[in-house]
């Protein structure tokens, strides 16, 4: 039987949510879930020349919820319809949003002309991940560079996430994450929340990479695995300047095809701010034209399956077919890690710069 779970996320501005559903998707992907993402609606009006500045708001807030319910209706309808029976919708931003930015009176008017009442929206969505906005504890993060639409000062952010807290306080089942720690910290912390409330085990956060040696024998002995998963990934890295690092990444899926831009910045010696999107094919080929071409293309195929309880993902890269790097996620630092019997471990490489992607983009070579 298909199960289907709508999960809104929502916050103030610069809060991580187009980063974090960009990263969800490929984690649950890779558990077996199909994700289906909904973008902002605000967003995308503001973008296309349909602003407050240029209509007012009040009447944008009708726009907004005009394409917002059409996307909603869209995602679901093609939840329905897509192969597999554990699917999400994420979706950027709830109905709900929309009511910090006009008054009660004409947020009922508003809902009133879709035949909405408020107290019916909670019931449209089974959870809700609101991520506090990087301007409350994480000031340092808050940039309005990395998306065209913003416009909000710092001290604006916060009232605005204040505004959405208020809005979504008779949700059953929300989830607030807040910026107590690092910016990846509270990435793993939200998915993990997701997890949780789905039912299952939460991701483990720590990993621990082995170079192993493989062959078809071992390729077909990983493809009968249990729940075991396919994805070839293609990825370049993009002209960028000292302390900023920019790539690009073609997924496809059981014939489906998402491109992902990711830019890491370098805050501090020991800040790092990771922020991640889901682009069109066009923007990917916009992107195509600031490839660093001193760095090769990372192209690997990668199977994420699951043996003894635990969840492995063996990473083989097209420079070399018969050596391959195997991934496992464990509970803790102690635990002895036990590899399929079938993999010959050549070392562990868990802490070794040269088997990460950017320095094997270099080098092209295990």
């Known amino acids: 039987m298909k199960n289907i779970k709508r999960i809104v996320f929502t916050g103030g501005p610069c809060s991580g949510k187009t980063t974090f559903m960009s990263r969800a998707q490929e984690v649950f992907a890779e558990r077996g879930y199909r994700v289906i993402i909904a973008n902002e609606s605000a967003t995308d009006l503001i973008s296309g020349g349909i602003s407050p500045a240029t209509i007012g708001m009040y009447h944008f807030q009708k726009y907004v919820i005009a394409l917002q319910l059409k996307k909603e209706e869209l995602c679901c309808q093609a939840a329905e319809e897509i192969e597999g029976e554990k699917v999400l919708v994420f979706i950027d931003r709830g109905i709900l949003d929309n009511k910090g930015y ?50 909000e000062s710092i001290e604006d952010a916060r009232k605005v996430d204040d505004m959405i807290l208020e809005s979504w306080s008779a949700h059953p089942n929300r989830i607030v994450i807040t910026n107590e720690s690092d910016f990846e910290v509270k990435l793993r912390r939200a998915i993990q929340a997701v997890f949780t409330y789905l039912g299952e085990e939460k991701p483990i956060e720590i990993f621990r990479k082995y170079l192993v040696e493989i062959n078809d024998e071992v390729i077909e002995k990983v493809k009968d695995e249990a729940n075991v998963s396919y994805i070839h990934i293609l990825q370049h890295y993009l002209k960028s300047a000292e302390g900023i690092e920019k790539r690009i990444r073609r997924r496809e899926k059981d014939g489906n095809t998402i491109f992902y831009y990711s830019e890491a910045t370098q805050l501090t010696p020991n800040t790092r701010v990771k922020r991640d999107r889901i682009i069109s094919e066009r923007q990917y080929t916009d992107y195509s034209v600031e490839i660093n071409h001193q760095l090769n293309i990372v192209d ?15 990473d083989i890269f ?39 992607n950017y320095y094997l983009a270099k080098s092209q070579k295990f």
Do not use: W
Not at 134 to 151: F, P, Q, T, V, W
Not at 327 to 338: A, D
């Open 102 to 151: 006009v008054s009660d009176e004409e947020f009922t008017e508003i809902l009133k002309g879709f035949d909405l009442k408020e107290e019916e929206l909670n019931d449209r969505y089974d959870l809700v991940m609101h991520l506090v906005t990087s301007a409350k504890g994480a000031e340092e993060a808050y940039s309005l560079s990395n998306n065209a639409a913003r416009y």
């Open 300 to 314: 690997k195929e990668r199977y994420g399956f699951i043996d003894n309880n635990r969840f492995f993902k063996l």
């Open 318 to 356: 097209s420079f070399d077919k018969t050596k391959a790097l195997l991934s496992v996620q464990i509970p803790s630092e102690n635990e002895k890690v036990i590899i399929p019997e079938y993999f010959n471990v050549i070392k562990e490489v868990t802490d070794d710069v040269n088997y990460k």
